[in-house]
Nanobody, 126 residues
Framework: VQLQASGGGLVQAGDSLSLSCAASRVTLSSVAVGWFRQVPGKEREFVAG????????DYADSVKGRFTISRDNAKNTVNLQMNSLNTEDTAVYYC????????????????????WGRGTELTVSS
C-alpha cells in the first residue's frame, strides 16, 4: 500500500488550498483515512478524518469550520480543502489509512493507522 499526499505549497494567510491523498494498491473507499500534520519538534497531530463509510467526519478543533475532508472515489483520492489558512497551519501534512472493520470509526490516534504516505509541505506566510 502506498499513499501520497500532494498539493502543498507556499500561500498567504487567508488563502485556500486543497491537498490530495492518492493511493496505489488500496482502494481508499475501503479504509478510513486521516490527515495529520507535523511541525519540527512537535508530535504529529490529527487534523481531519473520514470514516470507511464516508458518513462520519471529524476535525481537530483548530481547523473546524475551515477544513473539509472528502472522498473522490472515482479518482481514488481523499481530499482536504483548507480555507482561511493562517500561519499556525504551516506544517508537513500526511495522509494515512486505517484498515478498520468499523464503518464509522475515525481515530485521532496516529498509532491506529497502518499506512502512511510521504508528506506534503504547507507554508502559510503572514
Amino acid at each position: 500500500v502506498q499513499l501520497q499526499a500532494s498539493g502543498g505549497g507556499l500561500v498567504q494567510a487567508g488563502d485556500s488550498l486543497s491537498l490530495s491523498c492518492a493511493a496505489s494498491r488500496v482502494t481508499l473507499s475501503s479504509v478510513a483515512v486521516g490527515w495529520f500534520r507535523q511541525v519540527p519538534g512537535k508530535e504529529r497531530e490529527f487534523v481531519a478524518g473520514i470514516s470507511l463509510s464516508g458518513r462520519n467526519k471529524d476535525y481537530a478543533d483548530s481547523v473546524k469550520g475551515r477544513f473539509t475532508i472528502s472522498r473522490d472515489n472515482a479518482k481514488n483520492t481523499v481530499n482536504l480543502q483548507m480555507n482561511s489558512l493562517n500561519t499556525e497551519d504551516t506544517a508537513v501534512y500526511y495522509c494515512a489509512a486505517d484498515r478498520t472493520f468499523s464503518t464509522l470509526r475515525i481515530s485521532v490516534n496516529k498509532n491506529n493507522y497502518q499506512y502512511w504516505g510521504r508528506g506534503t509541505e504547507l507554508t502559510v506566510s503572514s
